[in-house]
């Protein structure tokens, strides 16, 4: 069960499960995603065994920075891993014990980087220029000032190998942007927001998508196509054209590639992001955080503005009260005996990728229980 608490999370699940059927909003889901739902972080274990060197201290206040500091955080925890304290790593999660066990060489320090739902990126070593290029590159302060503008969502692809299926799924992509903005696809509209004082106060088209093209090969977009390719198995190795729609906080649905990128898959996605909220609970909602430094807190203030007051954005629900805390558990507890207890059957890829199904709503559990997020 990867990094569920098996005891603790079969009442959480229920809670879920009776939260979706008894809340239902008609705000559409790409603003109830900016209004409500913080990104769960990206973790990145700092394995050692003796005093942190100079260096490695440095990234462990740039890391703490982004975490906690200022506006513009980033969905990112540090959390040191002592071995010669926590020889048999009871402190650390399952799939994170398995990697390390499993990794050649096991010289230290290192680093290893893991996303939210328990794929495991990489083993590195890191320094200020490696954590600053982990947390933001241009292509996501571009997405996320575009998702700031209320766009719908926003189209990420990845070029492929293959030139003319590249162009090919551009000219897709453009086309349908440009069908959405005039209006050409039927869409969802919300109560609010046929507002006069939605009407109003809209400056731009109600509808209306992003597009970023990003070549895999950019030396600056590197750790944002790898958590992309993170998103599912095998997909690093895939070599043709891929697209991902993201929306709300920088939240990515599951890529299409090659052959199923096509105009009728897309406008399925983009009527899911832009159709009313039927299940507020993010974790029961289809999509996988992206690892993004950004003020989103600004960025939900100036959507509803925007749009006005409607569900998720009320002044009575303000942002501290979904901040989402750590848990990680000491060793020697109950907690910590259960998880190393705990049977792990994803299998490591060359100290890569580690092979994890995104959409189970255990993966993120463990670290959000104290998460009040409805």
């Known amino acids: 069960m990867g990094r569920l608490l098996k005891g603790l999370c079969s009442g959480f699940v229920l809670a879920i499960v009776f939260t979706c059927v008894a809340i239902a909003c008609e ?20 394995f050692h065994d003796q005093p942190a ?70 083993f590195e070593q890191l320094d200020e220029a490696k954590v600053r290029s ?19 969502g926003v189209f990420i692809m ?17 086309g349908l942007v440009e069908e959405v903005q005039q209006g050409k696809v039927s869409l969802y509209v919300s109560p609010a927001q046929g507002t006069p004082e939605t ?23 590197q750790w944002f196509v790898r958590s992309l390719l993170a998103m599912e198995p095998d997909l690093a190795a895939e070599e043709r054209p891929m ?3 993201v929306y709300g906080r920088a939240r990515a649905l599951l890529p299409y590639i090659g052959k199923g990128i096509t105009r009728e898959n897309l406008i399925r996605e983009i009527e899911f992001i832009s ?29 509803a503005d925007k749009f006005g007051n409607e569900e998720g954005n009320e002044s009575n629900f303000g942002p501290e009260m979904f901040f989402p805390e750590l848990i990680i558990p000491e060793s020697g507890s109950a907690v910590s005996t259960e998880l190393a207890a ?25 670290r959000w229980v104290a998460f009040g997020e409805t």
């Open 27 to 46: 705000t559409p889901v790409y603003r109830y995603a900016m209004y409500r739902w913080q990104p769960a972080p990206y973790e990145v274990y700092f």
């Open 275 to 303: 159709g009313a909220c039927s299940c507020t609970v993010k974790e029961q909602n289809p999509g996988v955080d992206l690892l993004v430094r950004y003020d989103w807190e600004s960025a939900a203030a100036a959507l």
């Open 53 to 122: 060197t100079e260096q490695d201290q440095r990234v462990q206040e740039l890391l703490t920075e982004f975490e906690r500091g200022g506006d513009s955080r980033a969905n990112v925890a540090h959390i040191p891993v002592n071995i010669s304290e926590d020889p048999e790593l009871a402190s650390v999660p399952p799939d994170v014990k398995k990697a390390w066990l499993d990794r050649e060489d096991k010289s230290l320090p290192s680093y290893f980087i893991s996303t939210p739902y328990g794929v495991g990126i990489s």
């Open 342 to 366: 705990t049977e792990v059957t994803e299998p490591v890829i060359d100290n890569t990728i580690i092979e994890q199904p995104p959409e189970a709503v255990d993966a993120v559990v463990l």
């Open 158 to 174: 990845l070029s492929g190998k293959d030139a003319a299926e590249s162009e090919a799924t551009e000219s897709i992509l453009n």
């Open 199 to 221: 009407e109003a106060k809209a400056t731009t088209p109600t509808n209306e998508l992003g597009f970023i093209k990003i070549d895999r090969d950019d030396a600056e977009e």
């Open 243 to 245: 697209v991902f729609l």
């Open 134 to 152: 982990l947390v933001e590159s241009p292509a996501r302060k571009s997405l996320a000032a575009q998702l700031e503008t209320g766009k719908l």
